[in-house]
Antibody, heavy 118, light 107 residues
């Protein structure tokens, strides 16, 4: 069974940093591109970032470019999102998602809440 | 960026009804469109991919159609568990973009 389990969320002050993790199981992690998507409270879904299967290529939404870094450790079956210079508008539930080769998401994690507030 | 516009933003319907949600892309997306269902406090669940292909395990009451820039999700014979928020998303090009969502409520 495919499972994606996010962790690392919490309360952080503006300007602070946080690293999210997404532990994958039930499939060959190194075969798949992975994404982060976020959802502010009561709002819609917003794509954040993606990484290819071996970690050599990444993309970011303009809103997080230069502040967030996506990475992965295929030996540990884990996806990461390092978030720096956090702002109040980064407050959201962050989901990791596994993409099929054509790009759409077949599996999502349960999400982890990041709250940026003083 | 490709803008995805969903309509309506909310919809009231009764159990047993058939409803249609539309999604329009600001430019052609080669049918790289997926529909998600999301219930409160839960992760999204994919229903339809490639505009009209049913995800494994999703009941056939859900169907998708369209091409180019205009797409629809149809849900037939609504049941209580179908009342949720539905999103479209294009995965033709980065940044991937979502529609704003359609909240389907019980009348």
């Amino acid at each position: 069974e495919v499972q994606l389990v996010e962790s690392g969320g919490g309360l952080v002050q503006p300007g602070g940093s946080l690293r999210l993790s997404c532990a994958a199981s039930g499939f060959t992690f190194s075969d798949y591109w992975m994404h982060w998507v976020r959802q502010a409270p009561g709002k819609g879904l917003v794509w954040v970032s993606r990484i290819n299967s071996d970690g050599s290529s990444t993309s970011y939404a303009d809103s997080v470019k230069g502040r967030f870094t996506i990475s992965r450790d295929n030996a540990k079956n884990t996806l990461y999102l390092q978030m720096n210079s956090l702002r109040a508008d980064d407050t959201a539930v962050y989901y990791c998602a596994r993409a099929y080769s054509s790009g759409w998401y077949g599996y999502w994690g349960q999400g982890t809440l990041v709250t940026v507030s003083s | 960026d490709i803008q995805m516009t969903q309509s309506p933003s909310s919809l009231s319907a009764s159990v047993g009804d058939r409803v249609t949600i539309t999604c329009r892309a600001s430019q052609g997306i080669n049918n790289y469109l997926v529909w998600f269902q999301q219930k409160p406090g839960k992760a999204p669940k994919s229903l339809i991919y490639a505009a009209s292909s049913l995800q494994t395990g999703v009941p056939s009451k859900f169907s998708g159609s369209g091409s180019g820039t205009d797409f629809t999700l149809t849900i037939s014979s609504l049941q209580p568990e179908d009342f949720a928020t539905y999103y479209c998303q294009q995965y033709n090009s980065y940044p991937y973009t979502f529609g704003q969502g359609t909240k389907l409520e019980i009348k």
